[in-house]
Each structure stands twice: as C-alpha cells, then as structure tokens.
C-alpha cells in the first residue's frame, strides 16, 4: 500500500536556525497537507498543496510539493521555540485511496 | 475550520472492558474520521464514519473491535471494546468541513490507557 516517509525523524536545532522536513511518497499523490502537532496536542491543519511544483508560504514557512508529486517539503527560516513540535504531512494517492499520514519530524528548538 | 470536542479527554481502563468516545462537531459535516495515535507514532486512520450509513474500516480494523455510531451530521462515537494494553492509545476524530478537500480539523484526542 501507500507508503508516506519523512526525514529527518528528529532534529534539534538551536532557536535563529533553519529546519528542513522532507517528505516522500511511494505513489503519486492528488496532494499533500502538512500539519503541526505540538508536545500534548493534536494536529493542527497548516497548509494545503495541490499543483505540481507549489511552492506556498506563512510568514517564515515554506511549503513546496514536488514537479513529480510524490515529494514535498517544508522549510522554517530562523527557528524559534513556538515552532516545536512534530510535523506531518499527509497525502492522498491518486485513484480515491486513502488520505496517509507520513511518519513525521520531530523538531526542538533550544533558545 | 470547525471547533470539535471529544470526550472523555484521558481515561484508564481495565483490560477487558469496554470505553466509548464522543466526538462533538459544532457545524454539520458529511463525514467524520476517527484516527489512532500510538506513543510517539504518526496517525493511523481507523475508519470513517458517515451519517445514516455503515462506517468504513479500514485495513486491520473491524467493527466487532471499534463500532462507530453516527446519529447525527454534528455526532459521532467510537467504542473500544474488549480492550487490552495494546490498544492504549490516543484517539482522535477529524472532520473535513470543506467536503472531500482533504484538510483534516482534529478533535483534542482522548488518551486511552489500558492496564
């Protein structure tokens, strides 16, 4: 079935730098939602990508879905700690499958 | 977006027995997902739940072991039944209040904990 992997699993970083997740797919996807889940909560929607090579931002995000669509990314500018917790994105093969989360990242921030 | 509340939010249960959760919407949606999250692990969709039919399951689940009502386009509940240590977990309903966009709104989750 649909395979969704992201890398890293887990970074520290310290607050002022950038972090990069990746995510890929095994199968083409329709498209890729990303989402914020902090220590103790529950996911919260950020950001949907919908065309091949999208490229969207918020404020120090940015998202990108790959020329293919089996890829996507999300990059932080400057960290800081309001920006711990895990990432996930979260796709949805072509042919009605079912919407997969990816395995997320793990970010930490120290200040 | 849409607000939704579940509840209980945590509860410790005996293996065994059987725990039921309610996952409130405050507008009306066509479908709501009920998802597991275990300890430090990405989210695994359960089943979906749409008003006045049957829910769908999803590979691994069936409804002998979580049946889902749907009363209602506000409503739903997810029952563990029989439950063991392996099903400790968080569970957490999720609406699309857009309509087959994909943009999943989560409930708090319930955090489930069996001994």
């Known amino acids: 079935g649909q395979q969704v992997m992201q890398i890293p699993q887990y970074q520290h970083v310290q607050e002022g730098e950038d972090f990069t997740t990746y995510c890929n797919s095994s199968t083409t996807l329709s498209n890729i939602q990303w989402y914020k889940q902090r220590p103790g909560g529950h996911p919260v929607f950020l950001i949907q990508l919908v065309k091949s090579g999208e490229v969207k931002k918020q404020k120090r995000l940015t998202f990108q879905f790959g020329e293919a669509k089996k890829n996507s990314s999300l990059h932080i500018t400057a960290t800081q700690t309001t920006d711990v917790g895990t990432y996930f994105c979260a796709g949805r093969g072509t042919g009605f499958q079912k919407l997969v989360f990816g395995t997320g990242t793990r970010l930490l921030v120290s200040p | 977006s849409a607000v939704i509340s579940q509840k209980p939010s945590r509860d410790i249960c005996q293996r065994g027995t059987s725990l039921t959760i309610q996952c409130q919407v405050d507008s009306q949606v066509t479908m709501m997902f009920w998802y597991r999250q275990q300890p430090g692990q990405s989210l695994t969709l359960i089943a979906t739940a749409n008003q006045g039919s049957e829910a769908t399951y999803e590979s691994g689940f069936v409804i002998d072991k979580f049946p889902i009502s749907r009363p209602n386009l506000t409503f739903s509940t997810l029952t563990v039944s029989n439950m063991s240590p392996e099903d400790s977990s968080i569970y957490l309903c999720?609406?699309?209040?857009?309509?087959?966009?994909?943009?999943?709104?989560f409930g708090p989750g319930t955090r489930l904990t069996v001994l």
């Open positions: 999720s609406v699309d209040p857009s309509g087959g966009t994909d943009t999943q709104y």
